[in-house]
């Protein structure tokens, strides 16, 4: 029997598959509670409308820009495929992507401690994490870290293979064409290899990291190049990346806040991540002493770090920018040695999950048994048929805000820019204006133009900042462009299945050309 074939009959014993179940359940359920509502936050709708492309055989970013790594945009195409043009479809996707993750998570710390329970509930501890409503959307963090995780199983199971770090540049290389951040995880490994390996081992480990995370990033180089738009390349990939870390910072107290809030989101959940912690903390005291290797050497804890330092990279305060400290967080429960202190981090953590699937099974379900109707009651998907209905003929969409409208009518944003937070970033524009990407007056330059559908909102969040945007154009574009009329939209505005976070001052304002 091959290796291949004696890891498929391992990996599908019975213990295996009520785990793979269990998993495949708690992850339905628990992100499915949302189903009804439409949208979360705009980060998916601009992706989709950025990926919208592809099929033309435009590159990423070639004529519709966000700041993501191209591979994010391709798998976000390929994705909403069979999803065609039904966001409900395309969240239950991404619902697979995040039980993938779970299920390498479970298949990795199962290498490590050949434990079924410990494993298991690690995972659940990951899924129970992820199951608050900021964690819903299918974020770049999702999508990299699948392929993240790929790289610490294989690392667990084949670290003393040299050509397997070759695989694992690869990788790394795929999840920061996705996130471009994610590049800062290569410094665990590369920092812990060093008390495990003699000089020649350590170098050819490291060479074939290198040479495996360059594969891929020398292949879109070239592709960007021949098609003569290196330039947006680089720009997208260092240059905006830089000046988005610059732009804002992230604090201490947010994390204090999102402590807080998970607390008040689910006791028990709050208590073994607590609990966890402080077993950790005590442990490690006891556990290093001069004559053992420095903590800092630990894969597992710099991961954590590095987790954490990942947050603050992104400089505002996001919770999504947790993510991979949420993945890391349970590979801690693998540094408890007392059979005492685990069983009990397992009854907080079952206790947790049970909770939160007794609070999210009813809606979840009433969401799944309708899912044929689901999108039928989406506001946006509405009022893009009701904009829909006014032309026979092709027409133009600027989108400044509620560019999932965009997505249901197959179309491009008419501006460059795609996600709307980006319209109003000072660094992003001036980046753009200096490639010739856009005019450095380019709101007022773009309603000139006068396109068909003018879609914003006089008033809008901007790093969690409300803001009056009118100082930089006036969103009533029917009182200075009288070749337009306005929609009255406010029954989609006030549509309880619009958005999970409602902003009473938040305007839909819908301007449509004349004749």
């Known amino acids: 029997m091959t290796k291949v074939a004696k890891y498929l009959e391992s990996s599908l014993n019975t213990k295996n598959l009520f785990s793979y179940l269990g998993l495949f359940l708690f992850t339905i359920i628990t992100q499915n509670i949302y189903l009804n509502i439409e949208t979360i936050e705009w980060d998916i709708a601009s992706y989709l409308v950025a990926s919208q492309g592809i099929e033309n055989g435009i590159l990423p970013n070639q004529t519709q820009w966000e700041s993501k790594g191209p591979i994010f945009i391709y798998l976000y195409y390929l ?102 951040g994610t590049v800062i995880f290569l410094l665990p490994i590369i920092i812990s290899e060093l008390t495990l390996n003699s000089q020649r081992t350590y170098l050819r480990k490291v060479l074939n990291l290198g040479i495996g995370f360059t594969i891929p990033h020398l292949f879109f180089l070239f592709l960007y190049l021949v098609n003569d738009l290196i330039d947006i390349y680089l ?31 689910n006791l028990y959940l709050y208590l073994s991540l607590v609990s966890l912690i402080i077993i950790n903390l005590l442990n490690l005291f006891k556990k290093y002493t001069k004559k053992t290797k420095l903590i800092i050497f630990d894969l597992d804890n710099l991961n954590i770090i590095f987790g954490l330092l990942f947050y603050f990279i992104g400089s505002h ?43 999210t099974y009813k809606q979840s379900f009433n969401n799944l048994s309708n899912i044929n109707t689901l999108q039928q009651n989406y506001p946006l998907y509405n009022l893009a048929n009701e904009i829909d209905s006014y032309f026979i003929d092709d027409y133009d969409v600027l989108a400044f805000d509620y560019n999932l409208i965009l997505y249901y009518l197959n179309k491009p944003n008419f501006s460059y820019i795609v996600h709307p937070s980006n319209h109003f970033e000072e660094f992003i524009i001036e980046v753009l204006s200096d490639l010739d990407k856009i005019n450095s007056d380019y709101i007022s330059d773009l309603i000139n133009k006068e396109p068909d559908v003018i879609i914003c909102n006089p008033r809008m969040i901007i790093r969690g900042i409300p803001t009056e945007i009118s100082p930089l154009f006036n969103c009533e574009v029917s009182d200075y462009k009288k070749n337009y009329f306005k929609l009255d939209t406010k029954k989609y505005k006030n549509d309880e299945n619009l958005n999970y976070y409602y902003d009473p001052y938040k305007e839909i304002s819908v301007f449509i050309k004349k004749g």
């Open 79 to 180: 994705f909403s495929l069979p999803a065609e043009n039904t966001l409900v479809i395309f969240k239950l996707i991404n619902d697979l992507i995040l039980f993938l993750i779970s299920l390498i998570l479970f298949k990795t710390i199962l290498s490590k401690t050949k434990e079924h329970i410990h494993a298991f509930v690690s995972s659940i501890l990951f899924l129970s994490i992820m199951s608050q409503v900021w964690a819903q959307s299918g974020y770049s963090e999702i999508y990299s870290l699948l392929f993240l995780s790929i790289s610490y199983f294989i690392i667990t199971n084949y670290r003393f293979n040299n050509l397997s770090y070759l695989l694992i540049g690869v990788l790394f290389s795929i999840s920061s064409l996705i996130n471009q």
């Open 235 to 265: 720009a997208t990939y260092l240059t905006i990346p830089l000046g988005y870390i610059q732009a804002n910072y992230a604090s201490f107290y947010e994390l204090f806040v999102f402590s807080r809030e998970l607390m008040e989101y």
């Open 317 to 359: 305060n996001y919770y999504h920018h947790l993510i991979y400290l949420v993945f890391f967080i349970p590979f801690m429960m693998n540094k408890i040695n007392f059979s005492k202190q685990k069983k009990f981090i397992y009854v907080l953590v079952l206790i947790s999950s049970l909770s939160i699937l007794q609070n």
